[in-house]
Nanobody
């Protein structure tokens, strides 16, 4: 059974950093592009960043370019998101997923983990 377990969220001051992790199980991530999504209160889930199968390509939402870095460890079946210079508008629940469509376009599997809460506040 496909499962995603996200971790690493927390409360951080504006300008701070966090590193999120996502452990996938039930399938091998090395055949999928992988993405991070986020959902803020009252808003739709949005695609934040995508990394190709061998990490040769990445794609980021304009709102996080230059601040977030997506990476993966296929041997550990794990996805990461390094978030620097965090802003209050980055506050959301963050989720990971595998992509099934064109690179850079959201086409996630129909499975979602619990997500990890990131709160940026003074």
């Amino acid at each position: 059974q496909v499962q995603f377990v996200e971790s690493g969220g927390g409360l951080v001051l504006p300008g701070g950093s966090l590193r999120l992790s996502c452990l996938a199980s039930g399938f091998n991530i090395d055949t999928y592009a992988m993405s991070w999504y986020r959902q803020a209160p009252g808003k739709e889930r949005e695609l934040v960043a995508t990394v190709s199968t061998r990490a040769r390509r990445t794609n980021y939402a304009d709102s996080v370019k230059g601040r977030f870095t997506i990476s993966r460890d296929n041997a550990r079946n794990t996805l990461y998101l390094q978030m620097n210079r965090l802003k209050p508008e980055d506050t959301a629940v963050y989720y990971c997923n595998a992509e099934t469509g064109i690179f850079g376009r959201a086409a996630p599997l129909n499975y979602w983990g619990q997500g990890t809460q990131v709160t940026v506040s003074a």
